[in-house]
């Protein structure tokens, strides 16, 4: 089973604090991997926030690659940091040999473009870093994109905050909004592209759970976006579904959970948005998921939410203080790094309903 967190806070936070509320739950997931997503970053990014970042774990012929199809597309290097990593005997981790975080101004003929034109350049070359990686498996590319850092790798979680040096927190590898989940794909073959949170153009998703629709999800989706690939993992579907909804049809986030958990039809007849609703249902159809699962969710405003399916089978809670909120899949990981919040305000989300936090912290509890 896998076990899914998410921190948003006022002030920069490090790495640990992730690791910390997953580690409180290591009953609940099976020691096969950590991945986290960083978002909003501080320390020796925070200057470079309108600049692409990426994210790469790869062999060194795959650093070769990426930086030659960087270096003909035009783009210019200006920071590029690596983790000083702890390899000592007997960690439980499956490392690559390289980990890459290299921010870069865009090509000179893009400076003055529009943000669709730049947005849409950077999934280009991430796609074409992943085509060209993957044939010899010299590399994976997670994430190329501004404000954004992304780490994936396979094995125990607390040797893998060992490895990075993650478990000492410090101010120069830290942002104000991280999601993480501990477990690998063990459903299918282990894959770090399956690994959760899933990123795509400054959307974020991670699910606690399985989508039981992922054939039909997936036939769908694959005609919709070129961005729309791999599908190592079911709740993939996930982001691209919010990616459709949100992005590329600019519906508000509330119908996103029309879209994946539709109203049943007796339902949307005493609605006064039933035309809506059922334009959703005839047209989206294959959008609708299944199964037991809890998604946390991020916009590229950085707005966080949490919803869950339609018979609320998987846990999720969301706890908070003055300055951060924490969403877990066990109220025990929030109890780690919150102990002294007000616990009696603790929200355990329905089946029927988004919770939704904004860039001031403020919760919202959307009805659908």
């Given at each position: 089973m896998c076990r899914i967190g998410a921190i948003?806070?006022?002030?920069?936070?490090?790495?640990?604090?992730a690791l910390q509320l997953m580690q409180s739950q290591q009953k609940g997931h099976d020691n096969s991997g950590f991945a986290m997503i960083m978002q909003d970053l501080g320390g020796i990014f925070q200057?470079?926030?309108?600049?692409?970042?990426?994210s790469m774990a790869c062999t060194d012929a795959?650093?070769?690659?990426?930086?030659?199809?960087?270096?003909?597309?035009?783009f210019l290097r200006v920071m590029q940091w690596a983790p000083e990593v702890n390899d000592q005997p007997g960690l439980d981790i499956n490392a690559m040999p390289n980990y890459v975080f290299e921010t870069f101004d865009y090509p000179r003929t893009y400076r003055k473009a529009g943000q669709k034109e730049k947005e849409d350049l950077l999934l280009d070359i991430r796609l074409q870093l992943r085509a060209a990686l993957e044939p010899n498996e010299e590399g994976f590319v997670y994430s190329f994109w501004p404000d954004i850092i992304t780490l994936k790798e396979i094995g125990d979680p607390r040797d893998i905050g060992t490895y990075f040096n993650l478990w000492e927190a410090d101010d120069r590898f830290t942002a104000k909004v991280i999601t993480a989940q501990c477990r690998q794909n063990?459903?299918?073959?282990?894959?770090?592209?399956?690994?959760?949170?899933?990123?795509?153009q400054g959307y974020t998703a991670l699910a606690n759970g399985e989508n039981t629709f992922y054939l039909k999800n997936k036939e769908f989706q694959q005609g919709l976006h070129r961005g729309y690939i791999g599908f190592e993992s079911d709740s993939q579907c996930f982001l691209y579904t919010l990616h459709y909804v949100h992005r590329e049809l600019g519906w508000p986030l509330r119908y996103y959970k029309h879209v994946v958990t539709p109203l049943p039809f007796e339902e949307i007849e005493q609605r006064e948005d039933q035309k809506q609703l059922l334009a959703i249902r005839q047209s989206l159809a294959h959008l609708e998921i299944n199964g037991p699962n809890t998604i946390i969710g991020m916009l590229p405003d950085n707005t966080l939410f949490s919803c869950c399916d339609a018979k609320k089978l998987r846990p999720v809670v969301i706890g908070r203080d003055a300055d951060t909120v924490v969403i877990s899949s066990e109220v025990c990981g929030i109890n780690e790094i919150l102990p002294e919040r007000d616990w009696?305000?603790?929200?355990?989300?329905?089946?029927?309903?988004?919770?939704?936090i904004d860039d001031n912290l403020e919760v919202q509890r959307w009805k659908q």
């Open positions: 948003k806070s006022r002030n920069y936070i490090h790495p640990s604090m200057q470079y926030k309108k600049l692409p970042t990426l795959g650093i070769k690659l990426a930086e030659d199809i960087l270096h003909e597309s035009g063990t459903n299918y073959d282990i894959v770090r592209y399956a690994a959760h949170p899933f990123h795509l009696e305000t603790d929200i355990y989300p329905n089946e029927r309903e988004v919770v939704v």
